[in-house]
T-cell receptor, first 116, second 117 residues
Framework: DGGITQSPKYLFRKEGQNVTLSCEQN?????MYWYRQDPGQGLRLIYY???????QKGDIAEGYSVSREKKESFPLTVTSAQKNPTAFYLC???????????????FGPGTRLTVL | QQQVKQSPQSLIVQKGGISIINCAYE??????FPWYQQFPGKGPALLIA?????SEKKEGRFTISFNKSAKQFSLHIMDSQPGDSATYFC????????????????FGAGTQVVVTP
């Protein structure tokens, strides 16, 4: 059963704490992405990675960090520097080569982070 | 800068009616125009997509109309059903300045569609 898993589904954090959101995929995709979704807004790109051991900042990378040590895993750390971290976080993956089908991103079920 | 403008913000339609959502864009380098569907508490999923060499694509009750000169594309949901109640996003693809075959999606703000029984 191929797909993307994110954990935990709900996460609560106290102010000043770092938290790490997990994202795992078994689709054998090279590219992985992290998005943030706020009510009434579209998805905004935080970080993306085209290949293992390489990643680039998206549009709203401040206060976040990522790693890509394995092809199937792309964890996101929300640091205490992120001023307004309460949001719905979505991980996605896609192919990067092979013509048709490279344009489709497949999303996980999301993690809802709440800062107390 | 806002590259993609989606309208309306929300839409209520009766069962059996037609839902129409519009997306306007500025970046002429976009070359793939998908619509994603998202149910509450879930991740988005690709619904239907079109490439700029055609003006219309239909899959079941869902149709994309594409107007390259006007830099607009729209989603039409025919015979709307309560199960279609969801948020819909246009998300044209930006390949940037590389020759890679993949790129980054630029999401619109979303349209919440409610289909009443």
């Amino acid at each position: 059963d191929g797909g993307i898993t994110q954990s935990p589904k709900y996460l609560f954090r106290k102010e000043g704490q770092n938290v790490t959101l997990s994202c795992e995929q078994n689709l054998n995709h090279d590219a992985m992405y992290w998005y943030r979704q706020d009510p009434g807004q579209g998805l905004r790109l935080i970080y993306y990675s085209q290949i293992v051991n390489d990643f680039q900042k998206g549009d709203i990378a401040e206060g976040y960090s990522v790693s890509r040590e394995k092809k199937e895993s792309f964890p996101l750390t929300v640091t205490s520097a992120q001023k307004n971290p309460t949001a719905f976080y979505l991980c996605a993956s896609s192919r990067t080569s092979g013509g048709a089908g490279t344009d489709t991103q497949y999303f996980g079920p999301g993690t809802r982070l709440t800062v107390l | 800068q806002q590259q993609v403008k989606q309208s309306p913000q929300s839409l209520i339609v009766q069962k059996g009616g037609i839902s129409i959502i519009n997306c306007a864009y500025e970046n002429t380098a976009f070359d793939y125009f998908p619509w994603y569907q998202q149910f509450p508490g879930k991740g988005p999923a690709l619904l239907i997509a079109i490439r700029p060499d055609v003006s219309e694509k239909k899959e079941g009750r869902f149709t994309i109309s594409f107007n390259k000169s006007a830099k607009q594309f729209s989603l039409h949901i025919m015979d709307s059903q309560p199960g279609d109640s969801a948020t819909y996003f246009c998300a044209p693809l930006d390949r940037g300045t590389t020759t890679d075959s993949w790129g980054k999606l630029q999401f619109g703000a979303g349209t919440q569609v409610v289909v009443t029984p």
